[in-house]
């Protein structure tokens, strides 16, 4: 039962949440309740959307109603259902992009952290000129090659999340590579190395363990900037098709026209949940990530033991 209570304890999210004070813990349960809510009505989307995402109904731009509760948009889709649906698409690009940057970047990092030489320089000259590239401007280009413009539901997430990849390989790259020339140089490593293990055991099994513990923090950073690309590149007009599946920026640029006219409703809510959402994950990867820096960590606890010791001066003067 110890070992189990130890793990849990251990885990990314239960781990900061007991360090937390404050308002530190506060937005760290904010990022959590509001990255949850938008989990769990992408894995539920079929059951809270009354319709689906590329179902069309007669009445166009609708006010809200008790048929369509957040109203109708001008191509006559329920804006309820499409914003359901829309977490659904945005869960979906994230989880390509992200696991795409962790698997090439955590690789590359390996070995370059660990061969060295001209194969560490090159990657590194590689990965600073990638930063060159803006993220919405490669998705665009990505979008046009791959759908030329006109994206079905898995070309637009693919192209999205490809480009996506090629700007996040960079920041896992950079990560990996440090803590492995880092490690590099731990005893268990040079221990290894003396009983004759070879390097893709050591990288394998020895390094890979070790310097990968970062990798929730970054996650949780990149995956709202992932959010804010799928927005923009729909906002653009280079996202999904709306008869394929919902997305909040194709919405969002829709309801510039409706706004002009008193239609609010078209607009509010897909903003909203962009806004949320990207609220959430960025609350709770700022959050992770101060609570992981030593130094913060070490001020709170310096402040806290400094004001106990002021209350513990306080009552012996009251006392004498």
Do not use: C
């Amino acid at each position: 039962m110890e070992t189990k209570k130890s793990l849990f304890s251990r885990l990314p999210i239960i781990s900061q949440l007991k360090k937390s004070m404050g308002l530190q813990r506060g937005m760290l349960v904010a990022g959590i309740v509001l990255t949850v809510l938008f989990l769990l009505t992408a894995a539920l989307a079929p059951l809270i959307a009354p319709y689906g995402a590329t179902q069309r109904f007669d009445v166009a731009q609708g006010p809200p109603s008790s048929v369509h509760i957040w109203g109708t948009t001008a191509g006559g889709y329920d804006v309820f259902s499409r914003t359901i649906w829309g977490a659904q698409t945005a869960f979906l690009v994230i989880v390509v992009a992200v696991v795409l940057s962790i698997f090439l970047g955590v690789i590359l990092g390996l070995l370059s952290g660990y061969i060295g030489g001209w194969l560490d320089r090159i990657m590194v000259v590689v990965a600073d000129a990638i930063y060159a590239f803006p993220t919405l401007l490669l998705a665009m280009v990505m979008s046009i090659a791959l759908s030329q413009g006109r994206s079905t539901v898995w070309s637009g997430i693919l192209s999205a999340a490809i480009s996506i990849t090629v700007v996040f390989i960079p920041q896992y790259f950079r990560v990996i590579r440090a803590e492995t020339i880092r490690l590099k140089a731990e005893p268990f490593v040079e221990s290894a190395l003396v009983v004759g293990a070879s390097s893709v055991r050591i990288m394998a099994r020895h390094i890979y363990k070790n310097a990968t513990r970062t990798l929730p923090l970054i996650f949780t950073l990149n995956a709202s900037e992932a959010i804010l690309t799928l927005a923009g590149l729909g906002f653009l007009g280079f996202g999904i098709e709306p008869s394929t599946a919902a997305e909040w920026g194709y919405d969002l640029n829709h309801a510039q026209s409706d706004a002009t006219a008193g239609i609010w409703w078209t607009g509010v809510f897909p903003g909203a949940a962009i806004v949320l959402t990207v609220l959430g994950l960025t609350l709770l990867g700022e959050s992770m990530n101060d609570l992981n820096d030593p130094r913060l960590r070490g001020r709170k606890r310096s402040g806290k033991k400094a004001r106990k010791e002021k209350h513990t001066t306080q009552d012996e003067v009251v006392d004498a």
